[in-house]
């Protein structure tokens, strides 16, 4: 994984460099990038440059940075395993259609309600801004909290699913959304036959009743505590967009949400205990919950 990880920086970096950005800015959004921190030395984020080309750069390593990196690693140098190709996993596959949706869905929302004068400068931002947001980076190309309430629903789904197990990006994880909804499904067969023996098939193989269980519980503490974490925004004094989605943002580690936290704004005038608590939901959903209750459970 180590290994994975600097060749994607530095690949990234390098191409950067290329575009005529400053070693120093190609270095820090390319660490950024990889890492799907989202950290820009801008305050104005990738919005700064302004260039198209950088834009896609970015895009390809957050991509990179939200897939399984043994995928990636196993497909750049091909083992015995042949499941192991990245176009083979079925995960990889859901997450890229998922994303490709939304990203489409967007760009028509933001044609038909006239928010930019082209459908290729709807597309390009919707691009942008989806895949920052599914990959829980958090650059920002364009102020989405202008954006029609369709769109924002949507972004807000993408920064609550994220990216794949395995990877640097936050959220549920689309691995964990892909077993619990085939768990669904054959739940509601056995339901029309209740005789009927069936098991899920996850990327090739068949998963024990106690993996999808596990989904099924991290899934619900996840959206509990983004539930807690809401409640006490707002009780700060949060409006109901601002607090949701700020628990949401934090818990996804995902970096802007909108209204107050929007992706043009910061968590700087925010009350000390709004602060605390989302530097909570900020380790909680960076440790996948269970370390952090096991930590203090003592």
Known sequence: MMLT?????????LCLKMTGM???DALT???????????STKNSSIAFFDNPVVETILIASM???AVNFTLLYSTIIPGRNKRNYIFKSEVFRVF???????????????????????????FRHALFQT????????????????????????????????????????????DRMVLVGKSIRYKLHQFRDPQLVLRSRFDGRFCRPDEISQ???FILMYLGLIFIGAELNIGAGMDLRSGISAAIACMGNVGPGFGRVGSMN?????PTVIKLSSMVLMLAGRLEIYPLILAFRR
């Open 5 to 13: 990880y600097t060749v994607i920086t530095l690949i990234s970096f």
């Open 22 to 24: 400053g070693w120093f």
């Open 29 to 39: 959004h390319a660490m950024s990038a990889c890492s799907t921190c989202g950290f």
């Open 63 to 65: 991509l990179s940075g």
């Open 96 to 122: 890229m259609i998922l994303t490709l949706a939304a990203v489409l869905i967007i760009t028509f929302s933001l044609k038909h309600n006239h928010v930019y004068e082209t459908s290729a400068r709807s």
């Open 131 to 174: 895949v920052s947001i599914a990959t829980t980076t958090g650059f920002a190309t364009a102020d989405a909290d202008v954006w029609p309430s369709f769109c924002i629903g949507i972004l807000i789904v993408c920064s609550i699913i994220c990216g794949c197990a395995g990877s640097t990006s936050g959220g549920i994880k689309i």
């Open 215 to 217: 989904a099924q519980l």
């Open 266 to 270: 910061n968590y700087a005038d925010l």
